[in-house]
């Protein structure tokens, strides 16, 4: 069921009254929060936003849930809508006030709780932000529903990469993506690109694989056009890069 949703008015975020307000029920019906402008969403129907607590198997529960419910019923939207801020943010307030206390109740317990479960910067650590993302790169990439699940669970076994992915604008396509995942899936090396890289001080506490192949890509390009090269070269980048940091000769020999 389509559902009009009325749109905040800028400042909303850094606002203790109207977290306050969100607390004790009052701002759908309070007009001074509000613009003018509305956005039509396609469903009004609930999935998790926040996958930031819990173990590895109920967080991914979670995540499977929110591509369900995201591709069924919210991917249809432009992308203007579905990738706004705003937008989000406004239906989550006005339309899923019930749903998200309950799934979250720290949210009651303070600002700081709430803005990083409700209202959250919609960037590439907003885990709405994520989850549309990853749905409509899967959606339009493939109708197999198998293959679907593949990439679905690979984004959610290798998610430090595919956030860092994201992160940079110059990758962040569908395309791109799923080459990746496909080349981390058939080298076999998800363990290697989550792990920590060791006696590397000068990189930083929480350094990881993935993280450096993904930056040492960004940083190359233009030079090497990492989004643009055929999966077979991008492979041989990801390797290359990988090696300044990790011993691949057994990666190497799997490949020949």
């Known amino acids: 069921m389509e559902v009009k949703v009325k749109l905040l008015k800028s400042g909303y975020e850094k606002e203790e009254q109207f977290y306050e307000d969100f607390k004790g029920n ?20 609930s999935f998790p936003i926040y996958m930031g607590k819990g173990n590895e198997e109920q967080r991914k529960e979670q995540f499977f849930e929110a591509f369900e419910v995201l ?12 990738l706004d801020e705003k937008a989000w943010h406004s239906f989550l307030v006005t339309q899923q006030r019930e749903y998200l ?5 720290v949210i009651l317990e303070s600002h700081k709780e709430f803005t ?9 650590e907003n885990y709405i932000y994520k989850c549309v993302l990853a749905t409509e790169y ?4 493939t109708s197999d529903e198998q293959e679907k699940i593949r990439y679905y669970n690979l984004i959610v076994d290798n998610l ?6 994201i992160k940079y604008e110059v990758f962040r396509n569908g395309d791109f993506l799923l080459k990746i995942l496909n080349i981390v899936d058939e080298l076999g090396i998800s363990s290697i690109m989550k792990a920590k890289i060791k006696n590397r001080p000068e990189l930083g506490k929480d350094e990881r694989y993935g993280r450096r192949v993904i930056f040492e890509l960004n940083k190359a390009y233009p030079v ?5 090269l055929e999966e077979t070269e991008l492979k041989a980048a990801v390797i290359r890069e990988l090696s300044n940091y990790y011993d691949v000769t057994h990666i190497v020999e799997t490949v020949s």
Do not use: C, G, Q
């Open 26 to 45: 009052r701002i759908l019906n309070n007009e001074e929060y509000f613009t003018d402008e509305t956005v039509i969403f396609p469903s009004n129907i």
């Open 116 to 124: 990083n479960i409700v209202t959250k910067k919609f960037d590439w």
């Open 138 to 141: 899967v959606e339009d990439a």
């Open 224 to 228: 090497v056009m990492a989004p643009m």
């Open 160 to 165: 430090d990469m595919y956030n860092y992915i």
């Open 71 to 82: 591709s069924r019923h919210y991917i249809s939207t432009d992308r203007e809508i579905h």
């Open 101 to 105: 206390i309950e799934k979250y109740p």
